[in-house]
C-alpha cells in the first residue's frame, strides 16, 4: 500500500509569495494527483500528472518518478489561494485504485 | 452539468443505530469511490465500484460498513450498530471511464453521539 508524506503540514505566507508544498510517496505509480478543500468545502481535483509539469494559471505542478516525489507552486499566492492542498495517489499504484491521500498542507496566506 | 451529489450533508445518530449514506455520481461515471475524513486528517479509501461491482473493498474498516451500487450509478454506504468513531465526513466520489481524475462530492458529516 502506498503511503503519502506532505509537507510542511501548516504554511502562513504574505500575499505575492511564491510557495511550495512537497508530496513523497512509496509505491510507483501511474499518475498522483493535487487536490484543493477550502475550510468546511469540497475536494476539488487541480491536477493529475505522471511526469514532467503541468500549468494552470499560477499554480505549477512537478513530479519525479524516479525519486517518487512531486511539488506544487503557487507563484503570486494571493488571499484567495488559502486552503487545505492535498496531495493522493493510487493506493495500490494503478491509476483507477482508490486513492491514498497526505495529511494536507494548510495553507494562510495574509493580505 | 451537474456535479456528484451526496444526502443528506448532515446526519446525527446515536451510538448503536444504523444509518445509509447516498450518492448520486455524475451521470455516465462508471467508476464510484467512498473516502471518510475525520476532522485534521486527510480522506481514507473505503471502497471503489467500476459499474455494479465492489474493485476494492479493502478500506472498509470492519463488518459492520458495507456498500452497494446496484444498477451502477447511486450507491448507498450503509453502516451498522455506529460507534462514536465512525463520526467523519463520508466523501463520494466518481470517475467517468476515460480518465483517472476523481470528482468529489460535498460530503455527508456524520455524528455519532
Known amino acids: 500500500k502506498n503511503e503519502v508524506e506532505q509537507s510542511p503540514q501548516n504554511l502562513t505566507a504574505q500575499e505575492g509569495e511564491f510557495i511550495t508544498i512537497n508530496c513523497s510517496y512509496s509505491?510507483?505509480?501511474?499518475?498522483l494527483h493535487w487536490l484543493q478543500q477550502h475550510p468546511g468545502g469540497g475536494i476539488v481535483s487541480l491536477f493529475m500528472l505522471s511526469s514532467g509539469k503541468k500549468k494552470h494559471g499560477r499554480l505549477i505542478a512537478t513530479i519525479n518518478i524516479q525519486e517518487k516525489h512531486s511539488s506544487l507552486h503557487i507563484t503570486a499566492s494571493h488571499p484567495r489561494d488559502s486552503a487545505v492542498y492535498i496531495c493522493?495517489?493510487?493506493?495500490?499504484?494503478?491509476?483507477?485504485?482508490?486513492?491514498?491521500f497526505g495529511k494536507g498542507t494548510h495553507l494562510i496566506i495574509q493580505p | 452539468g451537474a456535479g456528484v451529489s451526496q444526502t443528506p450533508s448532515n446526519k446525527v445518530t446515536e451510538k448503536g443505530k444504523y444509518v445509509e449514506l447516498r450518492c448520486d455520481p455524475i451521470?455516465?461515471?462508471?467508476?464510484l469511490y467512498w473516502y471518510r475524513q475525520s476532522l485534521g486528517q486527510g480522506p481514507e479509501f473505503l471502497i471503489y465500484f467500476q459499474g455494479t461491482g465492489a474493485a476494492d473493498d479493502s478500506g472498509l474498516p470492519n463488518d459492520r460498513f458495507f456498500a452497494v451500487r446496484p444498477e451502477g450509478s447511486v450507491s448507498t454506504l450503509k453502516i451498522q450498530r455506529t460507534e462514536r468513531g465512525d463520526s467523519a465526513v463520508y466523501l463520494c466520489?466518481?470517475?467517468?471511464?476515460?480518465?483517472?481524475?476523481?470528482?468529489f462530492g460535498p460530503g455527508t458529516r456524520l455524528t455519532v453521539l
Open positions: 466520489a466518481s470517475r467517468p471511464g476515460t480518465s483517472d481524475t476523481q470528482y
Open positions: 493522493a495517489v493510487p493506493h495500490s499504484g494503478g491509476g483507477a485504485d482508490g486513492l491514498t
Open positions: 451521470s455516465g461515471h462508471t467508476a
Open positions: 509505491v510507483g505509480i501511474s499518475a
